[in-house]
Nanobody, 124 residues
Framework: QVQLVESGGGLVQAGDSLRLSCAAS????????VGWFRQAPGKEREFVVG????????GYADSVKGRFTISRDGAKNTVYLQMNSLKPEDTAAYYC?????????????????WGQGTQVTVSS
């Protein structure tokens, strides 16, 4: 199995940037896809972005296209989420998730392993 630890959240102002990291450990030699999800209070967990094992394929939610960028460093077993032009509506707990497989997956129940989450708060 894979263990995931997110970091990089914080309190920023609208228009600022943050970079989240998702460090994986455990059985990382097998191919696994990674997704980022977020959940605001009182709302369902929603897909933000996913990346394939190779890093070649990605998928973004419409709400973050053009502002967020996902990437992965295989040597470090780390996936990054660069978030630019942050908006107050981006405020949420952000979770990374992993699934053994090669593709991009966009639904929470596609994923088997989850990190503990990191809070992102964007003030107006």
């Amino acid at each position: 199995q894979v263990q995931l630890v997110e970091s990089g959240g914080g309190l920023v102002q609208a228009g600022d940037s943050l970079r989240l990291s998702c460090a994986a450990s455990g059985r990382t030699s097998s191919r696994y896809a990674v997704g980022w999800f977020r959940q605001a209070p009182g709302k369902e967990r929603e897909f933000v972005v996913g990346i394939s094992w190779s890093g070649v394929s990605t998928g973004y939610a419409d709400s973050v296209k053009g502002r967020f960028t996902i990437s992965r460093d295989g040597a470090k077993n780390t996936v990054y989420l660069q978030m630019n032009s942050l908006k107050p509506e981006d405020t949420a707990a952000y979770y990374c998730a992993a699934k053994y497989g090669s593709n991009v997956y966009g639904r929470p129940h596609d994923y088997d392993y989850w990190g503990q989450g990191t809070q992102v708060t964007v003030s107006s």
